[in-house]
């Protein structure tokens, strides 16, 4: 391991190893600091379906060193078409290609293909990972953060990084005082499927208040979303999950959803999932303990940028701690990397939440892709 004199912390744990925590792994191994990385899950699992990615988080895989992985086993494609219900195509929000000439704008990949290009390069960094464990107690002072862990360990850290996500438990244990995240009203329904030839790039369908999307994940494969408004975020019983889905795609008449909704069956792997939000206003840093990621953002998909913004965090968060301007101070480097992302990813949750009030009012179809291009053409600023 090299000195990394600058560093304005050296020992630094991350809690939990979702995409925000393996990225910032990642780049803080590049600047020599010694990472431990604690995972609840003892499998390191990943669920869901496909994940729709912009030119922003491209951009991000670029930096972090994993953008040929995405694209040997991803699918990226160029613009977001806007449909009618019955199928003519009424738009197209443009995805800048950010990376350079020959990188598309945009894409998808399956979840658990992307968690496991970047648990390949957490372990590949030489991050200590520590699965199926989590903290039981944090303690911290002036010089140091003390932790427990659920495996009987203990650690003395420079820097604890909290990023487990939406119900993060180190929010609840450091920032007591934090909002809890808020249903947003709409649910959203995906499912994998073949993927037909003429599904090339990401496709929605602008129903009165009810939104299918598709966007390709591989070669072979492409993922099917349905968003619906739904009062409450009550429990829906799986073995419901197919026929309410096509019941949600009888009334569009374009030939291709059509043909998707007619594979839809018991056998179907289809993902359920009520939408929620939060965004911590106040600060994200308490003493040694900062939080990043879903932790202090997490927004609705409507952008399908939550991973990108957490993914930022960690290339910011790295850059401040080794940042030499900082001369050691940790508070400098830590209220600079908030100052960094807190515009950009409120941005993201309040344009995200908007859309999906509109979708759920039925309201003005010129305003939802307004903002859609407004907030891309905002996200492709450089971080
Ligand atoms: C339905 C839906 C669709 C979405 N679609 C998109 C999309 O198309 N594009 C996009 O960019 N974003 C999308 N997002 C957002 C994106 O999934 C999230 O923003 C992103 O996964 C956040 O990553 P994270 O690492 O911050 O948190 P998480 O992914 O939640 O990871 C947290 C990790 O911490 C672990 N953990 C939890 N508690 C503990 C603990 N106590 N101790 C240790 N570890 C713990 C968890 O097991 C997990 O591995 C979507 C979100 C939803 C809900």
Redesign the pocket.
């Known amino acids: 391991m090299s000195n990394a004199p600058s560093l304005t912390a050296r020992r630094i744990l991350i ?7 393996m990225s910032a792994a990642i780049q803080l191994r590049k600047l020599g600091a010694e990472v431990d990385l ?4 003892p499998g390191w699992r990943s669920y869901g379906a496909g ?3 912009g030119g922003a ?1 491209l951009r991000a895989f670029k930096t972090l060193g994993i953008l040929d992985a995405f694209l040997e086993h991803g699918a990226a494609s160029d613009g977001v078409k806007l449909c009618l219900p019955h199928g003519p195509q009424v738009g197209e929000v443009p995805t800048p290609r950010l990376v350079g000439p020959d990188v598309p704008g945009g894409g998808a990949i399956m979840r658990p293909v992307l968690a496991s290009i970047l648990a390949q390069a957490t372990r590949a960094s030489g991050t200590r990972v520590h699965l199926g464990c ?2 039981t107690h944090i303690r911290q002072d002036a010089e140091g953060v003390d932790v427990e862990f659920s495996d009987g360990r203990s650690g003395r850290y420079d820097l604890l990084i909290g ?4 119900y ?2 180190v929010r609840s244990a450091v920032f007591p005082d934090a909002p809890s995240p808020a249903y947003s009203g709409q649910a ?1 329904w995906r499912a994998v499927l073949p993927r037909p030839a003429e599904v090339n790039s990401a496709c929605m369908w602008m129903g009165p208040r009810i939104k299918p999307g598709v966007n390709p994940v591989s070669s072979s494969e492409m993922y099917l979303f349905v968003t619906e408004p739904r009062p409450t975020k009550a429990h829906v019983d799986p073995a419901t999950f197919a026929e309410q889905l096509r019941a949600l795609l009888a009334d569009f008449q374009d030939p291709l959803l059509q043909r998707l909704r007619a594979q839809i069956g018991p056998d179907s792997q289809i993902v359920y ?1 009520p ?1 929620e939000g939060l965004l911590l206003r106040g600060d994200w840093h308490r003493g040694r303990v900062v939080l ?4 202090v953002h ?2 609705t ?1 409507h952008l ?5 913004i ?1 993914i930022e965090d960690a290339l910011v968060l790295a850059e401040e701690i080794g940042r030499t301007e900082h001369d050691g101070d940790l508070g400098a480097s830590l209220a600079a990397f908030q100052r960094r992302r807190y515009e950009r990813c409120r941005m993201v949750v309040e344009n995200s939440a908007r859309l999906g009030e509109i979708e759920i009012a039925g309201g003005d179809k010129e305003e939802h892709a307004r903002i859609m291009r407004e907030s891309l053409m905002a996200l492709a600023q450089p971080i």
């Open positions: 809690v939990g190893g979702g995409f925000s925590g604690v995972e609840i899950d994940i729709s990615l988080t989590s903290f990023a487990d996500g939406l993060s438990a959203v999932r939408l990043i990621g879903d932790t997490a927004t998909p399908a940028s939550g991973a990108c957490g």
